[in-house]
């Protein structure tokens, strides 16, 4: 398929732009592929207002349409094959397999989301029935389920071509609660982008969806970013990436004359306690898989094992010996661009340069020419890491940092004073448990899942899953990015009082034709 | 009972401030009472400190604890008797009868979220078992629940001195999802606010509740609320007042070096569309409902119906007519502090001065001396409306306005150039509805509550109330301030991956000892 470097509004290529950028293949940083464009503020507010009309001018499609329409969209990026690997391959310097899994990843969670539309109890219908002989005030009808909010925003995210991209999660729950997206694509794949946005168009089509269902913008600058945060027809964004650049476009939603809820997944450092118990019984299986959960991908995941607290004594020597020799012997690897790569370089760099903390090891230097990061393990102690809220920090890529404490009392102190986190991990036995009661309090407060035993890269894509967690790893923890529960950033309650049957939504019917669960009068049930 | 006007700071009073002010009886204009003193830097601090401790420094209180307490509240409040109606009727100049229907209003919400919190199934509890056969990647056990949040700030809303304030529906879901609340009175009702902050923590008392799981500050200036919202122990805030006061604590949450959620609830105009066929066949009853519905508690609600739309004809004339007339026969009332019944005047003279807009009739003036608002009737053209945006702002107090549309055109034109709203009310035949559906969805779009043939005043408690909406209406439409669902405000998603049973919360383990609904393997069960 032909890849236009246009932007695709409404179904029709655009060109307005003329600042210009193009793709980069990392691993050998040539540049390649057809110039794309900045957006113009025109090609914005043409985008916007397709999707306003989308959402506005007919009535919203019956949810097994737009199941349809998720899962022609899963079909048509499967259709995709080897051109949409070899693409994002040149474009990211990931692996053929990732990727492969990656594809696999977003057509399952695209299905996931048809069917969360096409089984219906999502939308919380609630009823409460009226009761007009009762005394003061008669009791009125109240009927109230979720309803689509109107345009939603999407960036896509570096790290995950596809996942977190064009047709990733954000895309399909937004799609999937009956919004309209506008996407603007992560410049470092704007190729991967384009085809993937063709694809998702297609499936607009073959679906009878309305044109502006969908519009895919490109930018290299963040002007395009900001504008579309901007805009007075943005309901809400969707964001995954750093910090610095989602609080910035979480300012400019809040500071907006109408403020719209701005989601952003910023990521975190993830910490894994390591208990006593554990370090003795696996402390070498735990080393391995510690080393494998920090260099995977290079390190690029949100949830990377940027921190590992222990308690000093021989057995943390033991595997810090066994980390160290395993990060030596690890591959220097292909970030995802060069602006990622220096950073990694500076965050190391930043970290080494904090009295107390030392690199313990790190793998042979990489290739610049290659955009390569060479996984490095650094530790510390709870004085330095308490100290210092640099030491904190995310350092997105293939590094780790151990921080070894005195006793109980110093990884508490440590889990207190780390900031909101999407994950905290512990290694335990089941006595560690039981012994460490106030650390696993303090840790339920700092992270959106907690994880026992476990390395918390390798998201499942479920109903129980949370993917979010308190700032600064979300602007709002009520809200999960990944699972089926991420549809709820893109609905909102809208109760009908007194209305008659046949003009209320199938949903709130008495008859309850499309079967879904429903609380009637405080009751649960599907009948 | 004595009212000593401390700050209650965890079960303990405390009185550092210097700036002092009193209860004035807006009857009367006359002071009365003790002299309340703004809460100092250092009380917040210590209010604030002692919430944490108690959200921290234990394990979370178990739902049953939670919800005796409540319920322990809710008799507290009954057995304040008359102290509490005779307090607040001199406090506020709202009627006995509307004071006894309030009390009963909030002890029946504070049962209502004890029930939520018994009954247990909130909490939202999904888990997705293990299969550690699945190839590629063995699949984790994940289980997800709803948990407290930490510290709530709570602001006392004029409007309502019992069902708003301090043990309002605010206070009572954000202590039924587990957390602490930190309440700051409206000064508009300080000693009513002590007498019911003194029930509470009796009730604390008398269920072991920790000392600092309610605390209570006064303050008649803007500080102590701003404060409030920056203190760095704050989690959530939840509000209910002016656009203008909501937005700037909005400001201050939203630029926190660590942001929170700010739940306020800023009213809206709640227009009213009356359809032909329900004007021909019930135009006088409508009538007599709405003035009825704009007058009713002095118009000082956020549902108050302050826009009534319909289409121009000698029906519509009628209806002038009719509501002209009652509004003259209308009585001056008493608001319910001096400050807000200046901004009643300023309002009306505001929209009076708009070319276009003009008054069709009010009731007598009312006397300054007793605090009074003449209930007014005004009306405009839809073309007037529509050009000023002066004409769509909340007018809070007991008026309404009229705006004649020539035909379905610009009913839509009207409603779509309405703000967020809390409601939006059709009256209609059928047929009306039929004939007008792009109206009803255009309002779909601008509310959180719509209602057919009634009117917005007299917001049900109950399981399907959605009392929020679209900005300006709310800074969340995801989110209600009345009903059980108003408790999704002040909890989050937490998750656990593969712990062992013991170690997971009861309404996570596998043989759910709650007996609650739950969503296990994508399947609604509670066994």
């Given at each position: 398929?032909?890849?236009?470097?246009?932007?695709?509004?409404?179904?029709?290529?655009?060109?307005?732009?003329?600042?210009?950028?193009?793709?980069?293949?990392?691993?050998?940083?040539?540049?390649?592929?057809?110039?794309?464009?900045?957006?113009?503020?025109?090609?914005?507010?043409?985008?916007?207002?397709?999707?306003?009309?989308?959402?506005?001018?007919?009535?919203?499609?019956?949810?097994?349409?737009?199941?349809?329409?998720?899962?022609r969209i899963a079909a048509e990026v499967t259709d995709l094959g080897?051109?949409l690997?070899?693409?994002?391959?040149?474009?990211?310097?990931?692996?053929?397999?990732?990727?492969?899994?990656?594809r696999g990843?977003t057509v399952?969670?695209l299905?996931?989301?048809?069917?969360?539309?096409?089984?219906?109890?999502?939308?919380?219908?609630?009823?409460?029935?009226?009761?007009?002989?009762?005394?003061?005030?008669?009791?009125?009808?109240?009927?109230?389920?979720?309803?689509?909010?109107?345009?939603?925003?999407?960036?896509?995210?570096?790290?995950?071509?596809i996942?977190?991209?064009v047709a990733g999660?954000?895309?399909?729950?937004?799609?999937?609660?009956?919004?309209?997206?506008?996407?603007?694509?992560?410049?470092?794949?704007?190729?991967?982008?384009?085809l993937i946005?063709r694809a998702a168009?297609r499936a607009?089509?073959?679906?009878?969806?309305?044109?502006?269902?969908?519009?895919?913008?490109?930018?290299?600058?963040?002007?395009?970013?900001?504008?579309?945060?901007?805009?007075?027809?943005?309901?809400?964004?969707?964001?995954?990436?750093?910090?610095?650049?989602?609080?910035?476009?979480?300012?400019?939603?809040?500071?907006?004359?109408?403020?719209?809820?701005?989601?952003?997944?910023?990521?975190?450092?993830?910490?894994?306690?390591?208990?006593?118990?554990?370090?003795?019984?696996?402390?070498?299986?735990?080393?391995?898989?510690?080393?494998?959960?920090?260099?995977?991908?290079?390190?690029?995941?949100?949830?990377?094992?940027?921190?590992?607290?222990?308690?000093?004594?021989?057995?943390?020597?033991?595997?810090?010996?066994?980390?160290?020799?395993?990060?030596?012997?690890?591959?220097?690897?292909?970030?995802?661009?060069?602006?990622?790569?220096?950073?990694?370089?500076?965050?190391?760099?930043?970290?080494?340069?904090?009295?107390?903390?030392?690199?313990?090891?790190?793998?042979?230097?990489?290739?610049?020419?290659?955009?390569?990061?060479?996984?490095?393990?650094?530790?510390?102690?709870?004085?330095?890491?308490?100290?210092?809220?640099?030491?904190?920090?995310?350092?997105?890529?293939?590094?780790?940092?151990?921080?070894?404490?005195?006793?109980?009392?110093?990884?508490?102190?440590?889990?207190?004073?780390?900031?909101?986190?999407?994950?905290?991990?512990?290694?335990?036995?089941?006595?560690?448990?039981?012994?460490?009661?106030?650390?696993?309090?303090?840790?339920?407060?700092?992270?959106?899942?907690?994880?026992?035993?476990?390395?918390?890269?390798?998201?499942?894509?479920?109903?129980?899953?949370?993917?979010?967690?308190?700032?600064?790893?979300?602007?709002?923890?009520?809200?999960?990015?990944?699972?089926?529960?991420?549809?709820?950033?893109?609905?909102?309650?809208?109760?009908?009082?007194?209305?008659?049957?046949?003009?209320?939504?199938?949903?709130?019917?008495?008859?309850?034709?499309?079967?879904?669960?429903?609380?009637?009068?405080?009751?649960?049930?599907?009948?």
């Amino acid at each position: 398929m032909n890849i236009t470097a246009e932007q695709l509004i409404a179904g029709r290529g655009s060109r307005d732009g003329s600042r210009t950028f193009s793709a980069t293949n990392p691993a050998t940083a040539t540049p390649f592929g057809p110039q794309f464009r900045d957006a113009t503020a025109g090609e914005i507010d043409r985008a916007l207002e397709a999707a306003r009309a989308a959402f506005e001018e007919a009535p919203p499609s019956p949810p097994e349409q737009v199941a349809l329409f998720l899962d022609r969209i899963a079909a048509e990026v499967t259709d995709l094959g080897d051109q949409l690997i070899d693409l994002a391959v040149a474009e990211t310097g990931l692996g053929r397999d990732r990727l492969t899994a990656e594809r696999g990843r977003t057509v399952g969670q695209l299905r996931m989301f048809a069917e969360t539309t096409r089984e219906g109890s999502w939308v919380d219908a609630r009823i409460d029935t009226a009761d007009p002989t009762r005394q003061l005030i008669p009791k009125p009808d109240v009927r109230r389920m979720l309803v689509a909010i109107g345009p939603v925003v999407v960036f896509g995210a570096s790290n995950f071509p596809i996942a977190f991209s064009v047709a990733g999660g954000d895309t399909a729950s937004a799609l999937a609660a009956g919004n309209p997206v506008v996407f603007k694509a992560h410049p470092a794949h704007p190729n991967t982008s384009e085809l993937i946005a063709r694809a998702a168009l297609r499936a607009a089509e073959a679906e009878s969806m309305s044109p502006g269902i969908f519009s895919l913008l490109q930018g290299a600058g963040h002007e395009v970013g900001l504008e579309l945060v901007r805009h007075p027809l943005t309901e809400a964004v969707a964001f995954t990436g750093s910090l610095r650049g989602g609080r910035a476009l979480f300012d400019v939603a809040a500071s907006r004359p109408r403020p719209i809820p701005l989601y952003a997944e910023m990521g975190s450092v993830n910490p894994v306690f390591l208990l006593p118990g554990a370090l003795a019984s696996r402390g070498e299986t735990i080393a391995k898989g510690l080393v494998h959960s920090a260099t995977l991908g290079v390190g690029q995941f949100c949830t990377n094992p940027g921190v590992v607290v222990g308690t000093e004594g021989p057995q943390l020597d033991q595997f810090v010996r066994v980390v160290a020799d395993l990060v030596r012997q690890a591959a220097p690897g292909t970030m995802l661009y060069a602006g990622i790569c220096q950073s990694f370089g500076h965050s190391i760099e930043r970290l080494r340069s904090v009295p107390g903390i030392k690199v313990e090891s790190h793998a042979p230097a990489g290739s610049a020419q290659k955009t390569q990061a060479s996984p490095t393990f650094l530790s510390t102690d709870a004085t330095t890491f308490l100290a210092h809220p640099d030491a904190r920090e995310e350092c997105f890529g293939p590094s780790t940092m151990l921080v070894r404490c005195g006793g109980a009392a110093e990884l508490e102190a440590v889990a207190r004073a780390l900031d909101g986190q999407l994950t905290a991990t512990v290694h335990g036995t089941p006595e560690d448990l039981a012994a460490h009661q106030p650390l696993l309090r303090i840790l339920r407060r700092k992270a959106g899942r907690l994880l026992f035993n476990g390395f918390p890269t390798g998201v499942e894509v479920c109903s129980a899953m949370q993917h979010g967690g308190p700032y600064p790893a979300t602007t709002d923890a009520h809200f999960t990015s990944v699972g089926s529960a991420a549809i709820y950033r893109f609905a909102r309650p809208l109760c009908f009082q007194d209305f008659p049957q046949h003009s209320l939504p199938p949903e709130l019917q008495d008859g309850n034709p499309r079967k879904i669960w429903r609380m009637v009068d405080n009751q649960r049930r599907n009948d």
